[in-house]
């Protein structure tokens, strides 16, 4: 039927009556002369009475897009405010890095720590006697003749390490040899076992006993090669060729000290050749770093490598073992079963994990040697044995930072006289690295290098604020970074403007390394507190999400160590910083501290707290907070924290908190979460209103990446970049029911139509990808029949498919379109076990 007819008047083509139906014109002129006489009869009244209802209509329709225009903006980014020069912050990306960050940090979780009261050392029988403690007994001897006893103890258990037959030629050759390694790695071992082959070689015998006189010698740094070289030709001339042939000195040099210069190339050639007409042999053993590359890239340079470990602690085992086998207790076996048992235990993940190192240093694998054999022949319990593996990686850190502070007692005098303390800049490198790829591990090394040159600044700053450090531009060695920090470098990738670009990451070898360095920094330098506190503020500005996000979780870890301080001086500043994203770093760090045990009521009052009774920025990083899923003790207290949050104030938080609600959907209790949302739409206020239905439109436009926690097994693990709800129907099926009830909610609610279809849109066009392989095409199917399950829905549905279909700059091709509908309309199929449960309903 035609609109005129609708309305009673006849159609243009509809045929006319006969004349004698059709009334006369008089009459036709009569009927409206007296229509415009009933108008003109019209009161004013009434006519003000419909004016005035036409203006409240008006007025009702300009609410009506007030409340859309406030509701669209409840469902803004809440991040949206971080606009900046850097962009917006980037949520996904950020989750990564923490999901990523994390697992440095599980490791043994509150085990990391070790307690050196609790076992220092032991005496294993009358062979084995080992320490566990990070201090040195004291420093070596610096000048004269090598005991031949150790000599002969290092023939007996020295590994060799890759390359050493080359080492051996060039010293052979040379007479001189530069060995640079990082320090712990048995470069003095190596350089004593080659000088110890010269010397025998050279002294015309084929066994090495002693001969008259010392064979190898160590000879005091403080001479440096000038002075080895002319008391050679001095000891030559007073005491004749013969009292020196055949000798071998062993020379440390430390480059690393402020104001030390490696020798140059003709005090080398000098001291060659005073090693030739001698007939001796010398090693001269430094540390891999900026210093000496000019040594060892020279004519008498090379590189150490390390033992390898599993080599190492075979050896150091069979010595353990040979010896106490037949004073071993009835039943433990001989020398050989005693073996296997150690190397049994050893291969137990969580003797390992204790351990937490991928490469063992030659006195590591000696301790470790120690308890595995004290553990087998019944000497060392069990939990003294992971006691005593977890000291390895505390003791690493601690001879690390301890190193520094024994180079730092020199400079004093100097200072006085200079007016600075020169070269703290270059003395604080190494250690800030270390501390750097604590914080930031498995971020891009240039991420790492930049970071340690930040601390490096400020360590200086703090040792001499007098004085401006110099800071050096074209000294970094990555490749000795590597070595002296115990890291490596590996092929990945880091997320840049939401793009995934190629990069090269670097890590410790060894997860317990960070956590090492970290309690180690926290609880042994509190005056390094300071300058690190700025340092992480720093970061927290940083853009880059595996920058920030890193430093936030590692933030954590230093409040478990100290909460009050890392509260007082980093959390609460940055929780009512103006910028979000150092409000994240405080929620994240605040969350980070309560996954542990000891802090977990201690995170839930503060978050309780600030809901109540804090700031609007303070009520802010709650919110954040409480999305993690750790800073309340149940997810019913996180969602009456959060709908306390979102409601206040006409609902001004109201973006962060529905932001948040639909963060905890990722965990186990998703569906409690929708029931909750639910009860909020459904609630008599407005402002519970609104906050569950901005959850809902929220749901629709949140990618899984953005709120993936920590589990890695959780079956959203592999839907990174599928739409949440899509991504939960897919692999929750109980969940399907609940959502779409909310967003059929959403879409037939006036104020949050327009924001939910263009939801319901976005959703739709996730269903193939550009390339036309399938993407959430799955979770579509499961959830559209539940979202258009009568009538009037599918024509909803269906209005917005032509539309998709019509949009002039993204149009949906027809194909898609019809798959989509077709993928409403059939319901799915049916399980067994629905079939039999819906038997047993109806009997």
Same mark, same amino acid.
């Given at each position: 039927?035609?609109?005129?007819?609708?309305?009673?008047?006849?159609?243009?083509?509809?045929?006319?009556?006969?004349?004698?139906?059709?009334?006369?014109?008089?009459?036709?002129?009569?009927?409206?002369?007296?229509?415009?006489?009933?108008?003109?009869?019209?009161? %004013?009244?009434?006519?003000?009475?419909?004016?005035?209802?036409?203006?409240?209509?008006?007025?009702?329709?300009?609410?009506?897009?007030?409340?859309?225009?406030?509701?669209?903006?409840?469902? $803004? @980014?809440?991040?949206?405010?971080?606009?900046?020069?850097?962009? =917006?912050?980037?949520?996904?990306?950020?989750?990564?890095?923490?999901?990523?960050?994390?697992?440095?940090?599980?490791?043994?979780?509150?085990?990391?720590?070790?307690?050196?009261?609790?076992?220092?050392?032991?005496?294993?029988?009358?062979?084995?006697?080992?320490?566990?403690?990070? $201090?040195?007994?004291?420093?070596?001897?610096?000048?004269?003749?090598?005991?031949?006893?150790?000599?002969?103890?290092?023939?007996?258990?020295?590994?060799?390490?890759?390359?050493?037959?080359?080492?051996?030629?060039?010293? *052979?050759?040379? #007479?001189?040899?530069?060995?640079?390694?990082?320090?712990?790695?048995?470069?003095?071992?190596?350089?004593?076992?080659?000088?110890?082959?010269?010397?025998?070689?050279?002294?015309?015998?084929?066994?090495?006993?002693?001969?008259?006189?010392?064979?190898?010698?160590?000879?005091?740094p403080d001479g440096g090669v000038r002075q080895l070289a002319a008391s050679l030709d001095e000891s030559r001339a007073d005491e004749g060729e013969k009292a020196q042939r055949g000798t071998g000195y062993l020379l440390?040099?430390?480059?690393?000290?402020?104001?030390?210069?490696?020798?140059?190339?003709?005090?080398?050639?000098?001291?060659?050749?005073?090693?030739?007409?001698?007939?001796?042999?010398?090693? &001269?053993?430094?540390?891999?770093?900026?210093?000496?590359?000019?040594?060892?890239?020279?004519?008498?340079?090379?590189?150490?490598?390390?033992?390898?470990?599993?080599?190492?602690?075979?050896?150091?085992?069979?010595? *353990?073992?040979?010896?106490?086998?037949?004073?071993?207790?009835?039943?433990?076996?001989?020398?050989?079963?005693?073996?296997?048992?150690?190397?049994?235990?050893? /291969?137990?993940?969580?003797?390992?994990?204790?351990?937490?190192?991928?490469?063992?240093?030659?006195?590591?694998?000696?301790?470790?040697?120690?308890?595995? /054999?004290?553990?087998?022949?019944?000497?060392?319990?069990?939990?003294?044995?992971?006691?005593?593996?977890?000291?390895?990686?505390?003791?690493?850190?601690?001879?690390?930072?301890?190193? +520094?502070?024994?180079?730092?007692?020199?400079?004093?005098?100097?200072?006085?006289?200079?007016?600075?303390?020169?070269?703290?800049?270059?003395?604080?490198?190494?250690?800030?690295?270390?501390?750097?790829?604590?914080?930031?591990?498995?971020?891009?090394?240039?991420?790492?290098?930049?970071?340690?040159?930040?601390?490096?600044?400020?360590?200086?700053?703090?040792?001499?604020?007098?004085?401006?450090?110099? $800071?050096?531009?074209?000294? %970094?060695?990555?490749?000795? @970074?590597?070595?002296?920090?115990?890291?490596?470098?590996?092929?990945?990738?880091?997320?840049?403007?939401?793009?995934? +670009? =190629?990069?090269?990451?670097?890590?410790?070898?060894?997860?317990?390394?960070?956590?090492?360095?970290?309690?180690?920094?926290?609880?042994?330098?509190?005056?390094?507190?300071? =300058?690190?506190?700025?340092?992480?503020?720093?970061?927290?500005?940083?853009?880059?999400?595996? +920058?920030?996000?890193? /430093?936030?979780?590692?933030?954590?870890?230093?409040?478990?160590?100290?909460?009050?301080?890392?509260?007082?001086?980093?959390? #609460?500043?940055?929780?009512?910083?103006?910028?979000?994203?150092?409000?994240?770093?405080?929620?994240?760090?605040?969350?980070?501290?309560?996954?542990?045990?000891?802090?977990?009521?201690?995170?839930?009052?503060?978050?309780?707290?600030?809901?109540?009774?804090?700031?609007?920025?303070?009520?802010?990083?709650?919110?954040?907070?409480?999305?993690?899923?750790?800073?309340?003790?149940?997810?019913?207290?996180?969602?009456?924290?959060?709908?306390? &949050?979102?409601?206040?104030?006409?609902? %001004?938080?109201?973006?962060?908190?529905?932001?948040?609600?639909?963060?905890?959907?990722?965990?186990? @209790?998703?569906?409690?979460?929708?029931?909750?949302?639910?009860?909020?739409?459904?609630?008599?206020?407005?402002?519970?209103?609104?906050?569950?239905?901005?959850?809902?439109v929220r749901l629709a436009l949140t990618t899984v990446d953005e709120v993936l926690t920590d589990d890695p097994d959780s079956p959203l693990a592999d839907r990174g970049d599928w739409p949440l709800p899509l991504a939960?129907?897919?692999?929750? !099926?109980?969940?399907?029911?609940?959502?779409?009830?909310?967003?059929?909610?959403?879409?037939?609610?006036?104020?949050?139509?327009? +924001?939910?279809? @263009?939801?319901?849109?976005?959703?739709?066009?996730?269903?193939?990808?550009?390339?036309?392989?399938?993407?959430?095409?799955?979770?579509?199917?499961?959830?559209?029949?539940?979202?258009?399950?009568?009538?009037?829905?599918?024509?909803?549905?269906?209005?917005?498919?032509? $539309?998709?279909?019509?949009?002039?700059?993204? !149009?949906?091709?027809?194909?898609?379109?019809?798959?989509?509908?077709?993928?409403?309309?059939?319901?799915?199929?049916?399980?067994?076990?629905?079939?039999?449960?819906?038997?047993?309903?109806?009997?």
């Amino acid at each position: 039927m035609s609109d005129d007819q609708q309305a009673g008047g006849a159609a243009e083509d509809t045929p006319d009556r006969p004349d004698e139906a059709r009334p006369p014109e008089s009459e036709e002129k009569k009927d409206r002369d007296d229509r415009s006489r009933d108008d003109d009869a019209r009161s %004013d009244d009434e006519k003000a009475g419909d004016d005035e209802a036409a203006e409240r209509e008006k007025e009702r329709e300009r609410e009506r897009e007030r409340a859309a225009g406030r509701f669209k903006e409840h469902t $803004r @980014d809440p991040l949206a405010e971080d606009q900046g020069e850097d962009g =917006p912050t980037d949520l996904a990306a950020a989750a990564r890095t923490r999901r990523a960050t994390r697992m440095l940090f599980d490791a043994g979780r509150d085990l990391t720590s070790f307690d050196r009261s609790y076992f220092r050392s032991a005496h294993i029988g009358d062979l084995i006697n080992l320490r566990l403690d990070g $201090r040195q007994a004291g420093t070596g001897m610096r000048s004269g003749p090598v005991p031949e006893e150790e000599l002969r103890r290092l023939r007996r258990g020295h590994v060799e390490p890759a390359g050493y037959l080359q080492l051996r030629n060039a010293l *052979r050759a040379h #007479r001189l040899l530069v060995l640079g390694a990082a320090p712990g790695t048995g470069r003095t071992s190596t350089a004593l076992s080659l000088l110890d082959e010269a010397t025998t070689l050279a002294a015309g015998r084929t066994d090495p006993e002693p001969g008259p006189g010392s064979r190898v010698r160590r000879v005091d740094p403080d001479g440096g090669v000038r002075q080895l070289a002319a008391s050679l030709d001095e000891s030559r001339a007073d005491e004749g060729e013969k009292a020196q042939r055949g000798t071998g000195y062993l020379l440390e040099l430390s480059l690393t000290r402020p104001g030390a210069l490696p020798p140059a190339e003709m005090d080398l050639d000098e001291l060659a050749a005073a090693l030739h007409r001698c007939e001796a042999f010398a090693v &001269i053993v430094v540390t891999v770093g900026s210093a000496a590359n000019q040594l060892l890239t020279g004519r008498y340079g090379k590189l150490c490598p390390p033992a390898p470990t599993q080599e190492l602690l075979d050896t150091r085992l069979s010595e *353990r073992l040979e010896g106490q086998a037949t004073t071993a207790p009835d039943g433990s076996g001989g020398a050989a079963d005693l073996l296997a048992r150690a190397e049994e235990l050893w /291969a137990r993940k969580e003797v390992k994990d204790a351990v937490g190192l991928d490469d063992l240093r030659p006195a590591e694998a000696e301790l470790l040697a120690s308890l595995l /054999a004290g553990q087998v022949l019944g000497d060392v319990s069990y939990e003294q044995l992971l006691s005593g593996c977890r000291s390895l990686a505390a003791s690493q850190a601690q001879e690390w930072f301890a190193g +520094v502070d024994r180079a730092l007692t020199a400079q004093p005098a100097e200072a006085e006289s200079t007016g600075g303390r020169p070269g703290t800049a270059t003395l604080f490198h190494p250690v800030a690295f270390r501390i750097a790829l604590a914080v930031l591990g498995g971020a891009s090394h240039s991420a790492v290098a930049a970071a340690a040159h930040l601390l490096t600044w400020e360590l200086s700053v703090q040792c001499d604020p007098d004085n401006t450090p110099a $800071r050096p531009l074209f000294c %970094d060695d990555p490749e000795a @970074d590597l070595a002296l920090s115990r890291a490596e470098l590996t092929d990945g990738k880091v997320d840049v403007a939401g793009a995934e +670009v =190629p990069a090269r990451l670097i890590w410790y070898r060894g997860s317990a390394l960070p956590a090492a360095v970290l309690t180690e920094l926290w609880d042994r330098h509190f005056p390094v507190r300071a =300058p690190v506190v700025r340092w992480l503020r720093l970061l927290a500005d940083d853009p880059r999400s595996q +920058v920030w996000m890193r /430093a936030a979780v590692a933030a954590g870890e230093l409040c478990v160590r100290d909460f009050d301080h890392g509260y007082t001086d980093l959390v #609460r500043p940055l929780a009512e910083a103006a910028t979000p994203r150092r409000r994240i770093f405080a929620a994240t760090t605040l969350d980070q501290a309560g996954g542990h045990d000891s802090h977990r009521r201690t995170v839930h009052k503060l978050i309780a707290d600030w809901s109540r009774t804090g700031t609007a920025p303070l009520r802010w990083t709650a919110a954040m907070a409480l999305g993690y899923g750790n800073s309340a003790a149940t997810t019913e207290d996180a969602l009456d924290t959060l709908a306390r &949050i979102g409601v206040r104030d006409d609902g %001004d938080q109201l973006a962060v908190a529905s932001f948040n609600v639909v963060r905890l959907l990722a965990l186990p @209790d998703g569906a409690q979460v929708l029931a909750r949302v639910a009860e909020w739409t459904h609630h008599k206020r407005e402002p519970y209103q609104d906050l569950g239905l901005v959850t809902t439109v929220r749901l629709a436009l949140t990618t899984v990446d953005e709120v993936l926690t920590d589990d890695p097994d959780s079956p959203l693990a592999d839907r990174g970049d599928w739409p949440l709800p899509l991504a939960l129907a897919a692999t929750r !099926p109980e969940l399907v029911g609940p959502m779409a009830d909310l967003m059929w909610t959403a879409l037939n609610t006036a104020r949050a139509r327009d +924001v939910a279809v @263009d939801a319901l849109e976005r959703l739709l066009r996730s269903a193939v990808r550009k390339d036309g392989t399938e993407w959430t095409r799955p979770g579509l199917a499961a959830l559209l029949p539940a979202l258009a399950p009568e009538e009037h829905d599918r024509r909803r549905l269906d209005w917005l498919l032509r $539309r998709m279909m019509n949009d002039p700059e993204n !149009p949906v091709p027809d194909a898609q379109a019809r798959d989509l509908w077709w993928l409403a309309v059939t319901p799915p199929q049916r399980t067994r076990r629905e079939d039999i449960r819906e038997e047993e309903r109806h009997g």
